[in-house]
């Protein structure tokens, strides 16, 4: 999807973040209920993680959900929500024990349903880039929840989170290096077409050393793309090397894109060329999924650890 430079609705996010939460951690009559309507595309999956006050700091959420007899009471809100506004189905995370020894040891996962009594969907947010994509603020007052709607186990959500979030980075990875090697081959043929004194700019020393750079970086970082799956294909995928992978691949794609769009001069920054939309969707890689100023952090961590 993102080689043919089509970065709309989020179909990943529904079925590779989404979906595996369930299915690894959900019931067999939550798997049963869901996971049919979600594969036939009628049931459409948004995880809610981030709050105005907690991005990357998942220990720092403040929604929470409280027991009320069988029930759960849900009270928060959440924002920047990818498919928050399409959504059928959210895995919201929520604080259930405020008491735990620490906010890790309290956070649990639940499964809210469109149109549920004081689930509320905001406003559409405005973004610079992926404008096809239906980003969200959400809101839950006195949301009643039934036992069942728990997933998993009560306040293991974190560790939830932390094991599926290697995938959610490596797919970051697989669409910025997709991405990468769509905007070097739509500047390849632009600059083999565009003419400028005389002849084509390819012909150019400075554009052939900068496709040159280009050519390389992208084909290292998607060795070390294929690498990173097939570590994930066999389980062996840890959290610092995913994060190595979403790092590296998101700030090439960034820096792919501005020198793709220097390449095509001022036609680049013409909304025609599909090289602007590039630049501007990709501006949000490093960010969502953890910024990769966590990554580093991550990274940094597992180095100095004493394993």
Not at 128 to 136: R, S
Not at 180 to 208: D, P, S, W
Request: proline share 3%.
């Amino acid at each position: 999807i993102m080689y043919a430079n089509c970065t709309g609705p989020g179909f990943s996010l529904h079925s590779d973040i989404v979906m595996p939460y369930i299915a690894n951690y959900g019931s067999k009559e939550q798997i049963q209920k869901f996971i049919p309507q979600m594969v036939a595309g009628k049931c459409i999956g948004a995880i809610a993680m981030t709050e105005p006050g907690a991005g990357s700091d998942l220990q720092g959420v403040r929604t929470n959900a409280k027991k009320d007899g069988s029930d759960w009471i849900l009270n928060g809100s959440k924002v920047f929500i990818t498919n928050g506004w399409m959504s059928d189905l959210v895995i919201v995370v929520a604080v259930t024990n405020r008491e735990a020894r620490s906010p890790a040891h309290g956070i649990s996962l639940f499964l809210v349903e469109n149109g549920m009594k004081g689930f509320i969907k905001g406003r559409k947010l405005e973004k610079i880039g992926l404008k096809a994509q239906d980003t969200a603020e959400l809101f839950f007052e006195d949301v009643r929840l039934p036992a069942s709607a728990l997933l998993g186990q009560e306040n293991k959500g974190f560790y939830y989170l932390m094991a599926e979030l290697p995938q959610e980075r490596l797919l970051i990875a697989d669409m910025a290096i997709a991405s990468c090697e769509f905007m070097f081959e739509e500047t390849r043929n632009y600059v083999k077409q565009r003419k400028a004194f005389g002849k084509t700019i390819a012909h150019l020393q400075t554009v052939q050393h900068k496709l040159a750079e280009l050519k390389t970086e992208i084909c290292v970082g998607r060795a070390f793309l294929d690498h990173c799956l097939r570590l994930h294909s066999g389980k062996r995928l840890d959290s610092a090397t995913a994060s190595m992978a979403k790092y590296w691949a998101s700030d090439l794609q960034n820096n792919v894109a501005t020198q793709c769009v220097q390449l095509h001069g001022g036609w680049g920054y013409m909304w025609e060329y599909p090289i602007a939309k590039c630049f501007v969707d990709s501006r949000v890689q490093p960010i969502y999924g953890g910024t990769n100023e966590i990554m580093k952090e991550l990274i940094a961590r597992d180095i100095v650890s004493d394993k």
